[in-house]
């Protein structure tokens, strides 16, 4: 197994196929896809579950909450754990506890409060794993890869989310109508998740360089954001802090990764929020069961993954917060569209070039779902160039020895900020209906998103 690349040798970024060569980085992905395919199919399946049991955006969004809180609590701890434990132990070992956490559900189901302890059990694995996984990253790719390898990392993640939710999930409920088949075939992806993570070999615990080291110049407008030298804000060394305030001070220390994560927790918070109304949307708008209604979103994916192959590159080459800007504006205009999709299919057909939405007519499916369909195309696009520009900010700037810190806070950061608005808006959803309240959401982002690019 050769050393870990050198930070030092910056280098334009590889293509996919020469990272995904890196046997190293080839492991992390597949390990990576494993274990998020085995939670999108979780996650579907108990909001299925819930959805079944109750019928209210209240009790699906209080489902995601039981998966959103704990990482409040495990977040900052998993961080610590990720710069202090060897990383792939940590990785394998939080597959193998979802594993388990599968396991025990199959033996013993319980009623619908089992759901929600299953939810806080993976809830409580998830950041270990996700900030041990981030702080592997930059110490088995080069500099230069960053941007290229968060694209591929999110569009592994898109790839799993078409799998978990719009193939494992539907197929193996109505083929075999049982949940602990389902958990069944997960738990076996958990485990083989671990295996993969501890086949990735020694990971740099360091960078090469000093943290001071400086490269050459570079003259390209980005170059004060992403691969070039630190600017007049760059940080001083850290104080001594507390071990649940470092992570915390590392983004604050510099503006421009404090700026990034605040970009990712608007992101993250929004989806985490959008996670819990998505099935009522699916029920009270598009009119179609959630488990057929959950295709209408896979686009999305699709999306993500145009997104990243524009995102990478553009990550060294265009001003960040241009890139956040634009991304954070169409993310918000289609939101917009999608609360209203069946208002503007009705109107649309108005309209000579677009009568023929007046004919789709396959079943429940209507004009409006399709329309629904072409929304989220874009929606994922959005995402990926805010996800990877500001994610690339991070692992690019804060010091190696830090990461597991600093992702495992800007996760903490998203689940407390959704915390109460997921609530809330599960319990206004119920009131008003989901289409004024995913409204209200946008708007809320926008205005959100201004305010931090001013700062």
């Not at 970024?13 to 199919?41: E, G, K």
């Not at 990482?71 to 792939?88: L, T």
Request: hydrophobic share 60%; net charge neutral.
């Amino acid at each position: 197994m050769s050393a870990a690349p050198a930070w030092d040798e910056v280098a334009e970024p590889s293509p996919p196929s020469a990272l995904l060569q890196q046997i190293p980085f080839r492991r992390l992905s597949t390990s990576r896809f494993f274990a998020r395919v085995a939670q999108n199919a979780l996650n579907l399946a108990l909001v299925l579950l819930v959805l079944d049991a109750t019928g209210k955006a209240f009790f699906t969004s209080l489902l995601v909450l039981a998966l959103v809180v704990p990482m409040m609590v495990a977040g900052v701890i998993a961080g610590v754990a990720a710069d202090a434990i060897p990383r792939r132990l940590i990785v394998a070992l939080g597959n193998l506890a979802r594993a388990a956490v599968c396991v025990a559900f199959i033996v013993e189901p319980g009623g619908a409060g089992t759901l929600y302890v299953v939810a806080v059990l993976l809830a409580v694995a998830a950041p270990f794993v996700s900030a041990a996984e981030g702080a592997i990253l930059p110490a088995i790719v080069t500099r230069g890869e960053l941007a290229r390898a968060n694209a591929i990392g999110q569009a592994v993640g898109g790839a799993a989310q078409i799998v978990g939710f719009a193939l494992l999930t539907p197929v193996v409920l109505r083929v075999f109508e049982r949940a602990d088949v389902l958990f069944g075939i997960v738990a076996a992806l958990f485990v083989l998740a671990a295996v993969e993570a501890v086949r990735i070999g020694p990971v740099a615990r360091t960078r090469d360089e000093s943290d001071a080291f400086l490269p050459e110049p570079d003259p390209s407008p980005a170059a004060a954001v992403v691969g070039g030298p630190p600017d007049e804000f760059a940080p001083a060394p850290l104080e001594r802090a507390s071990w649940w305030q470092t992570g915390w001070r590392a983004m604050r220390r510099d503006p421009i990764v404090f700026k990034a994560a605040v970009e990712l927790t608007l992101i993250t918070m929004m989806l985490i929020i959008l996670g819990g109304l998505i099935p009522t949307y699916i029920r009270d708008v598009l009119g179609l069961p959630f488990e057929i209604g959950a295709l209408v979103f896979t686009p999305a994916a699709l999306g993500v993954v145009v997104g990243l192959r524009i995102a990478g590159p553009l990550a060294h080459r265009v001003p960040h917060g241009l890139l956040s800007s634009a991304g954070f504006a169409i993310f918000t205009g289609l939101l917009l569209a999608l609360a209203f999709v069946n208002e503007e299919a009705s109107f649309l057909a108005g309209y000579g070039a677009f009568v023929w939405l007046n004919d789709v007519h396959l079943g429940d499916f209507d004009g409006g779902t399709l329309l629904a369909m072409l929304i989220v195309l874009p929606l994922g696009f959005a995402y990926a160039i805010v996800g990877v520009a500001a994610q690339t900010v991070l692992n690019d700037r804060v010091p190696l020895a830090l990461q597991g810190r600093v992702v495992a806070t800007q996760g903490a950061m998203a689940a407390l900020a959704a915390s109460l608005p997921v609530l809330g808006a599960g319990a206004l959803g119920d009131w008003v209906g989901v289409q004024p309240v995913m409204a209200i959401l946008a708007v809320s982002i926008a205005a959100a998103t201004v305010v931090n690019l001013r700062s």
